[in-house]
T-cell receptor, first 112, second 110 residues
Framework: DAGVIQSPRHEVTEMGQEVTLRCKPI?????LFWYRQTMMRGLELLIY????????DSGMPEDRFSAKMPNASFSTLKIQPSEPRDSAVYFCASSLVGNTIYFGEGSWLTVV | GENVEQHPSTLSVQEGDSAVIKCTYSDSASNYFPWYKQELGKRPQLIID?????GEKKDQRIAVTLNKTAKHFSLHITETQPEDSAVYFC?????????FGAGTILRVKS
């Protein structure tokens, strides 16, 4: 199994630009999670989906952030417009509901 | 919402010694308690987990203990090796999502 696949692995963008992060969960998994990791705030859950349906988006910082899961094998996290404080590592993770959560390699975002 | 506190934030041990990391949680409905290891620049990876119907679980040099009454659980690493140096995160879950502790930086000195 290829594991959770994220792209891009690294992104440097200018403030105000739109950023789109992509994720392909492990085949057969029905839950997908977006986490953000920073030194100051640790690992924060932004949003998670069960069977492609958003269940809990209470961690999404503000309206500039949005996430979609149009099908079982693809999800996006979009930031528009981006700000320097959005700089972080964004992890996508997947699981079978109630079981082990597996993380992708992460997308390292720098907003200058 | 669920709150998970993890201690210590940093831990330095001599190679061969044991390391213990503790977490406390607030939600009595939590029933799943995994531990993740994250090496520098890498993703968090599951190293061991325990469910609420078990008090202790061991896998070679690592073990996890759970006290549901007191709402705390601990990670024990014996005979530490330099490759154990990493950040360790506890987490709790009840249902599906996980809430993570702040992490412990473990440094094993050789």
């Amino acid at each position: 199994d290829a594991g959770v696949i994220q792209s891009p692995r690294h992104e440097v963008t200018e403030m105000g630009q739109e950023v789109t992060l992509r994720c392909k969960p492990i085949s057969g998994h029905n839950s997908l999670f977006w986490y953000r990791q920073t030194m100051m705030r640790g690992l924060e859950l932004l949003i998670y989906f069960n069977n492609n349906v958003p269940i809990d988006d209470s961690g999404m910082p503000e309206d500039r952030f949005s996430a979609k899961m149009p099908n079982a094998s693809f999800s996006t996290l979009k930031i528009q417009p981006s700000e320097p404080r959005d700089s972080a590592v964004y992890f996508c993770a997947s699981s079978l509901v109630g079981n082990t959560i597996y993380f992708g390699e992460g997308s390292w975002l720098t907003v200058v | 919402g669920e709150n998970v506190e993890q201690h210590p934030s940093t831990l330095s041990v001599q190679e061969g010694d044991s390391a213990v990391i503790k977490c406390t949680y607030s939600d009595s409905a939590s029933n799943y308690f995994p531990w993740y290891k994250q090496e520098l620049g890498k993703r968090p990876q599951l190293i061991i987990d325990i469910r609420s119907n078990v008090g202790e679980k061991k896998d070679q040099r690592i073990a996890v203990t759970l006290n549901k009454t007191a709402k705390h659980f601990s990670l024990h690493i014996t005979e530490t090796q330099p490759e154990d140096s990493a950040v360790y995160f506890c987490a709790t879950g009840g249902g599906n999502k996980l809430v993570f502790g702040a992490g412990t930086i473990l440094r094993v000195k050789s």
